[in-house]
Nanobody, 125 residues
Framework: QVQLVESGGGLVQAGGSLRLSCATS????????VGWFRQAPGKEREFVSTITWTTGSTYYADSVKGRFTISRDGAKATVYLQMNSLKPEDTAVYYCAALLGRGRPIFVPDSYNYWGQGTQVTVSS
């Protein structure tokens, strides 16, 4: 079992910044990667970014590349998502998720085994 708890969401004006945190516990060492997804009202959950736990390789959706940065702190078992230059279209509930095994597509929500409860990010224009 892996538990994930997100924090750091909130309301920010367009152009502003937020940093999301995903605190993991349980069998974190067995996770291959931890990713961030988001879901806006009426839309499907979409991939934002992923980082592999051991090597630190990072992957981003085109829509956030250059604005968002994912990182991890192994000692704290926490993954961060630094979001800069936020746009109203970034408004969504943001979820972190743990992917246990290799070989599954990291951009697909169904590949992930455990999910946090989500944190709301609202960007006003």
């Amino acid at each position: 079992q892996v538990q994930l708890v997100e924090s750091g969401g909130g309301l920010v004006q367009a152009g502003g910044s937020l940093r999301l945190s995903c605190a993991t516990s349980g069998r974190t060492f067995s996770s291959y990667a931890v990713g961030w997804f988001r879901q806006a009202p009426g839309k499907e959950r979409e991939f934002v970014s992923t980082i592999t736990w051991t090597t630190g390789s990072t992957y981003y959706a085109d829509s956030v590349k250059g604005r968002f940065t994912i990182s991890r702190d192994g000692a704290k078992a926490t993954v961060y998502l630094q979001m800069n230059s936020l746009k109203p279209e970034d408004t969504a509930v943001y979820y972190c998720a743990a992917l246990l095994g290799r070989g599954r597509p990291i951009f697909v929500p169904d590949s992930y085994n455990y999910w946090g409860q989500g944190t709301q990010v609202t960007v006003s224009s």
